[in-house]
C-alpha cells in the first residue's frame, strides 16, 4: 500500500499540474497541445540548472554534511527556471495563435515537434549522450527527498505508515506543487482576474466591451500555462525520471490533456482523474512490486503478461475514458477560435 500511494502520488502529481496547465490556456481561449513539448523544455532546463550548479561547493559540502535543507534550494531555484524557460516557450504559441491568428493545433504540434529535437541536440553538445542526469552519486535521488530532520522531526521515533508512505520517501517539491495547484485554482474560479481570464474564453466579444482586454488575458492564460507545464517537466524529471532529463516525457503531456477532458476543466475532478491515470501508471512501471494479496506473492507478476501489456494500461484507459466521457465534456466555447476585435 505504501508503495502503491507513493508510486501514484509520484505520477499524478505532475499530471494536476499539467492538466491545471492547460485549464489555464483553455480557459483563456487558446487550445494548448503543446504541453507535451513545454513539459520537455521544461524538464531540460531545470535538469540542467542542477547540472550546471551541483559542483558548487556550497551544495557539494551540503551533501556531505546532510544539509538537505540547502538541496531543497537548489531544486526550488531550478524549479522556478524551469518555470521561466516553460513561460518563454509558450511565447511561442501565444503569439502565433493570438497575434497571426495562426492554427492552434498546428501550432501546437509544431512545438511539440521541436522541443524534443532541440533537447536531444542540447543534451549531446553538453552531456556527449541523450539523457542529461542531475547528479552524480550513485543514489542521486537522495539529494531531494525529504529527511525527517527537515520538518524538525526526530529521527529516531516510528512515524509507522505515515512517516514511511508521506515523509521518508517523498520530494518536498510534491508537496510545493500541490500548495500551487490549490493556490491557482483559487485565482482561476474564486478572484476577479480568473472572472476575467475565464470570459475571454467564453465569450470575448461580451469580455471586450466590457473593457477587458481579450489580448492580455490570453497572453496571460498561455504564460501561466506553459510555467506550470515547465513546473510539470522539471517535476517528472526529478521524481518519475530519476532526476535526468533527455527528449521525452513519455507522453504525459497528452495524458495532462486527457486528464483535463476528462475532469471537465474543473480542477476538483482534475485531481481526482489525476489520481486514476496515476494509478496505472504506476501499475505499468512497477506491476513486479504490487502485491495484492499481501502474502509476499507478487500477484501481477504472477499473472504472467507481458510487460508491454502493462505499459500500454495508461493509454488504454485514456481511449476507453475519453470515449464515454468526452460525450458530457465542457470546453469553453471560444477556445481555439482566434478573436477578432472588429467582429461581434
Not at 48 to 70: C, I, K, P
Not at 256 to 284: D, E, R, S
Amino acid at each position: 500500500m505504501t508503495f502503491l500511494i507513493q508510486e501514484t502520488m509520484k505520477f499524478a502529481v505532475p499530471l494536476m499540474i499539467v492538466a491545471l496547465a492547460g485549464v489555464f490556456a483553455e480557459r483563456s481561449g487558446i487550445i494548448n497541445l503543446a504541453l507535451e513539448g513545454i513539459m520537455i523544455m521544461g524538464a531540460f532546463i531545470g535538469a540542467l540548472v542542477v547540472y550546471s550548479l551541483q559542483e558548487l561547493t556550497v551544495f557539494t559540502q551540503a551533501a556531505a554534511q546532510g544539509n538537505w535543507l540547502t538541496l531543497q534550494g537548489l531544486s526550488l531555484l531550478a524549479l522556478l527556471i524551469a518555470m521561466i524557460g516553460g513561460a518563454v516557450f509558450s511565447l511561442l504559441l501565444s503569439f502565433a495563435s493570438i497575434n497571426l491568428k495562426a492554427d492552434q493545433t498546428i501550432g501546437g504540434t509544431a512545438l511539440n515537434l521541436m522541443a524534443p529535437a532541440l533537447v536531444l541536440f542540447l543534451v549531446r553538445m553538453i552531456a556527449g549522450q541523450n539523457t542529461l542526469r542531475m547528479s552524480p552519486p550513485a543514489d542521486a535521488a537522495s539529494w531531494f527527498m525529504i529527511r525527517k530532520s527537515t520538518f524538525g522531526v526526530d529521527k529516531s521515533v516510528d512515524w509507522g505508515f505515515f512517516g514511511e508512505t508521506f515523509i521518508n520517501k517523498t520530494y518536498p517539491i510534491t508537496y510545493l506543487c500541490i500548495l500551487v495547484f490549490i493556490v491557482l485554482s483559487v485565482l482561476l474560479y474564486k478572484t476577479r482576474l480568473g472572472l476575467r481570464l475565464r470570459s475571454c474564453g467564453e465569450n470575448p466579444q461580451a469580455a471586450d466591451s466590457l473593457g477587458i482586454n481579450v489580448y492580455k488575458m490570453r497572453y496571460l492564460g498561455t504564460t501561466i500555462s506553459g510555467a506550470l507545464a515547465g513546473m510539470g517537466g522539471f517535476l517528472y524529471a526529478l521524481t518519475v525520471d530519476g532526476c535526468s532529463a533527455g527528449g521525452s516525457v513519455a507522453g504525459m503531456g497528452f495524458l495532462a490533456l486527457a486528464v483535463m477532458i476528462f475532469g471537465n476543466w474543473k480542477p476538483l475532478n482534475i485531481t481526482l482523474a489525476a489520481l486514476l491515470f496515476g494509478l496505472f501508471k504506476c501499475i505499468a512501471a512497477g506491476y513486479s512490486y504490487i502485491d495484492l494479496n499481501g502474502d509476499g506473492v507478487f500477484a501481477l507478476a504472477d499473472l504472467g503478461l507481458s510487460s508491454y501489456v502493462y505499459g500500454m494500461l495508461p493509454y488504454i484507459v485514456t481511449l476507453i475514458v475519453l470515449a464515454f466521457t468526452s460525450r458530457n465534456s465542457r470546453a469553453p466555447k471560444a477556445e481555439g477560435i482566434p478573436y477578432d476585435k472588429g467582429s461581434r
